[in-house]
């Protein structure tokens, strides 16, 4: 994929984001979006060959659309400035639709490679079984978060809009309540692509992918089993 060539994409997008640009430049963003695909095909390959059950993810359906939901939003631009997929069991929906744990990534503007593992802002019936499952089981999960590995690639779960007070009906002396306070169950990281080498940005952007998630790969299993 053309690294350059989508960070330039976005930033002028950012700065022309309405629809009148967006179509005059939609050849770019086409053959943007085909070469996305394609990356996001081989580290789909990639991920299977740890865990199968994303063998039957569709590429296609992991990418996420460029428009943005602007019905109930303040900032009305029409166009998102990144370009991010989520890859997921074949069965499943995207994380943002009750999917589960996903395999998050996505490019900005400026390089920023965001990558993460896990459930983001999981739906209210979701989000209580996750916690009931720490209730029953917050040992298994905290001996995956206390891997050396995991620690090092990401530090610790997501703690943005924890809760305060613990949740309606979990006993406030639970030995794992800060983990039941959490809203969100995920891990992430972040590196700036203009750091890789120019003549092999794609393969090590799939590279440190695959890495970082293989990591994450056990906080996945123990969310999927979360029932």
């Known amino acids: 994929m053309h690294i350059q060539d989508l960070t330039r994409y976005l930033a002028e997008l950012a700065d022309n984001n309405n629809r009148a640009w967006f179509v005059m430049n939609k050849p770019r ?3 943007l979006r085909e070469e996305f695909l394609a990356l996001v095909t081989d580290l789909i390959r990639q991920i299977s060959q740890f865990d199968p059950l994303i063998t039957g993810c569709n590429p296609k359906k992991a990418l996420f659309r460029i428009n943005r939901d602007i019905r109930f939003a303040k900032d009305k ?38 990558f993460a593992v896990g459930e983001y ?27 050396k590995k995991l620690q090092d690639a990401y530090g610790g779960l997501q703690e943005e809009d924890k809760l305060q007070r613990p949740p309606k009906g979990f006993d406030p002396a ?21 750091k890789l080498k120019a003549d092999r940005q794609t393969e090590m952007i799939v590279s ?11 906080l996945a299993c123990w969310l999927r089993n979360a029932k």
């Not at 639970?174 to 203009?194: D, G, R, T």
């Not at 992918?209 to 293989?214: I, T």
């Open 121 to 147: 802002m999981p739906p209210s019936d979701r989000l209580k079984q996750i916690r009931q499952a720490i209730a029953s089981d917050g040992t298994g999960l905290k001996k995956i978060l206390k891997n």
């Open 29 to 31: 963003y086409d053959i």
């Open 77 to 114: 631009s029409p166009y998102k400035t990144t370009f991010s997929a989520a890859i997921v069991p074949g069965n499943l929906k995207k994380p943002s639709q009750g999917g589960g744990a996903a395999y998050y990534f996505h490019i900005d503007a400026k390089g920023e490679l965001l």
């Open 174 to 194: 639970h030995p794992q309540i800060e983990l039941i306070k959490l809203k969100h169950y995920m891990v992430w990281n972040q590196i700036n692509v203009s």
């Open 208 to 218: 440190t992918l695959v890495s970082h998630f293989k990591v994450a790969y056990p």
